[in-house]
Each structure stands twice: as C-alpha cells, then as structure tokens.
C-alpha cells in the first residue's frame, strides 16, 4: 500500500501544482479605480502524459482603498474534472474525479506607486514603479473522499503570501514576483494516512507589451522548488524543481468586456510532472 500511495502522490503532482499555486499570473500588482468590480469566468486544460486536468472556474474581484493606496479583493470557485490512466507494477490503473475544487480566497494591497483614485482621476495616472503583497488561501471545500485515491479536492488549506513589483517603460510593463504556498496536514489520506509536504517557494517574471487600444501580450516565466511530501512522515518522492515558460493575451471587446487568452508548458521537472496548459476567459468590469 505504501508504494502505491507514493506513486500516487507523485503522478497527481499535476492537480497539486497547476490547481492550487504554480499559475503564471501576469499583472497581478496593477492599478485600478477604486470601486470598480470584475467578474471572471473561464475554462482551463492542463496535461501531464495520459492525465487530463479540466478546471470551470467563475472569479470576482473588487478594488478597494487601503491607507491611500488601491488593493483587491478576490473570490475564486473552480469546478474540476481529472482523469487518466497510469501503472504499477505492470498494471493498469484508472483514475477519474469530478466536483467542486476548494475556493480561494486572496486580498492584495500595492503599498508604492498605485495611489487610490477614483475613475475620473485614474483617466490621468501614469504607472511609474509600483511594489505590492498578497495573501491568498484555499478553503478545503472541494470534493474528497479517502477512499478514493483521486480526489478534485485537496482536504487540506494552502496559504500563499506573496510580494512583487511593476516597472513601466513606456508600453512596457515588467514584472517580477515571489511566494510561498503553505500546507497543512491532510489526516485522512487513503482512509486514516497523514499526508504532510514541506513548503513550495516560487518565483515569476512577466514582460508585458500594451498596444494603443488597451490589448496587452505577456511573455512570462516561472521557477519552482521544495514541496517534498511526506505519508506518515515517510519521504514520497523528491523535492520539486520546475521550470515554466507561457503566454498571456488579454483583448478589449468594449469598455466593459475583455477575452484573454493563456497558455504555459514545463520546459523542466526534475520529478516527470510538467504539463502543458492552455486557458481561455471572458470578464466583464463595473464601477
């Protein structure tokens, strides 16, 4: 039982990562007018060999003022659906969950250079140097069963603080950012096993380009490393190191609606659980 709990853990690498907090999130310190709302809904695909991640999530964010500088707050409800097949010991072994993946929930403040602005006066600001911090959280509402080996939710929190900076030159934004995701204990992993990992660190960097009309593309990159898991305190597995390159295109349809579109693939895993992954999201904003 012990070696197929560790093969486990280490093939549904690809749920853990690309669902909870290995995203590539291009212009996640920028400035918006205060009170103004956005809400998101999207489909997103991530691929590891024969295993397929589907997430539908819905997202609502609002700009608020704190101590004079803008800052969000996000709500994120995603829906997923995760399948394939992989072996042990030369047999063949199916996999497939479906349901509600745990929310997140994230507050972020820019503390230099986003100054709170109502939306006739933000028509006059010009981005210079802004540095802000997050704090984000999943909620262990998702889906589980410990009876069950695959599981959309995760029985477990993740917290994530963050801290970037955006530089503007011109039409050019670029960006670079740093985070940790923390876990808690899974105890009922498998019926009554303890699933335990160590810390994830990472590290983004985004250069983005604004055409006249407000569309934007992003060439993006992030690095990876820690994570080892642990099932009663025995190692499962390595420690993670992952490289990731992707793309982000983001267009006005008018002033209140946008379509993006992203996509990433892992140029390096030193533990086989790079995928690739593509996404695509409509939002529509208000004040």
């Known amino acids: 039982m012990l070696l197929r709990n560790l093969f486990w853990v280490c093939v549904f690498g690809l749920a853990s990562t690309s669902s909870q907090a290995q995203e590539i999130e291009a212009r996640a310190y920028s400035n918006a007018p205060i009170g103004m709302s956005f809400i998101t809904g999207g489909i997103a695909q991530a691929k590891s060999g024969s295993y397929t991640l589907t997430t539908e999530a819905v997202s609502l964010t609002h700009v608020i003022d704190v101590a004079g ?133 990472s590290t983004e960097t985004h250069v983005i380009y604004y055409f006249p009309n407000t569309a934007w593309i992003s060439g993006d990159a992030t690095y990876f490393f820690g994570g080892q898991k642990y099932v009663n305190g025995l190692p499962a597995g390595s420690a993670q190191e992952n490289w990731r390159f992707g793309s982000t295109f983001s267009y006005p349809i008018n002033q209140h609606n946008s379509i993006r579109l992203t996509g990433s693939t892992g140029v390096y895993s030193n533990t086989n659980t790079s995928y690739n992954a593509l996404g695509v999201s409509w939002q529509y904003r208000w004040d």
């Open 69 to 201: 500088q803008s800052g969000r707050l996000s709500l994120v409800l995603p829906y997923s659906e995760l399948s394939g097949t992989g072996t042990i010991s030369g047999q063949a072994i199916n996999a497939s969950a479906e349901g509600l993946s745990d929310p997140v929930i994230k507050a972020s403040v820019n503390l230099y250079g986003a100054p709170a602005l109502s939306l006739n006066d933000f028509k006059n600001y010009q981005q210079d140097l802004i540095i802000g911090a997050s704090l984000a959280a999943t909620i262990p509402w998702g889906k589980y069963n410990n009876n069950q080996i695959v599981n959309v939710g995760g029985n477990r929190s993740v917290i994530q603080p963050g801290i970037g900076a955006s530089q503007a030159v011109g039409p050019w934004r670029f960006e670079l950012a740093g985070m940790a995701s923390i876990f808690t204990s899974n105890t009922n992993y498998l019926g009554s096993n303890t699933l335990s990992q160590n810390p994830v660190y």
